[in-house]
């Protein structure tokens, strides 16, 4: 099974910007999309963003206009660009890649705080 490692998660201050990746194992193009998730302490874990085979983007609600998914097919890896960051974006940032026969595997994960 593939194998997925966030990195780039840390402190930043409310308004400031971080950028994740999400480096996987496998050719990228092997599965039907990979996805970014977070989960803030207490909560459920909810959809960020994510982007399919063919390039299709979608965010959730919350991050549209202040996120952006993005990935480089050569090096394996899917970014997430986040900018105005706010206190209630804190979370662990999780990536997740789905194949095309429906199976999921995700990552440990990468932790994101933002400061008020």
């Known amino acids: 099974q593939p194998q997925l490692v966030e990195s780039g998660g840390g402190l930043v201050q409310f308004g400031g910007s971080l950028k994740l990746s999400c480096k996987v194992s496998?050719?990228?193009?092997?599965?039907?999309?990979v996805g970014w998730y977070r989960q803030a302490p207490g909560k459920e874990r909810d959809f960020v963003a994510s982007?399919?085979?063919?390039?299709?983007?979608d965010y959730g609600d919350s991050v549209k206009g202040r996120f952006t998914i993005s990935r480089d097919s050569a090096k394996n890896t899917v970014y997430l660009q986040m900018s105005g960051l706010k206190p209630e974006d804190t979370a662990v940032y999780y990536c997740?890649?789905?194949?095309?026969?429906?199976?999921?595997?995700w990552g440990k994960g990468t932790l994101v705080t933002v400061s008020s």
């Open positions: 982007i399919n085979v063919g390039g299709r983007l």
């Open positions: 997740k890649v789905s194949s095309h026969m429906g199976m999921h595997y």
């Open positions: 496998e050719n990228i193009f092997n599965f039907n999309s």
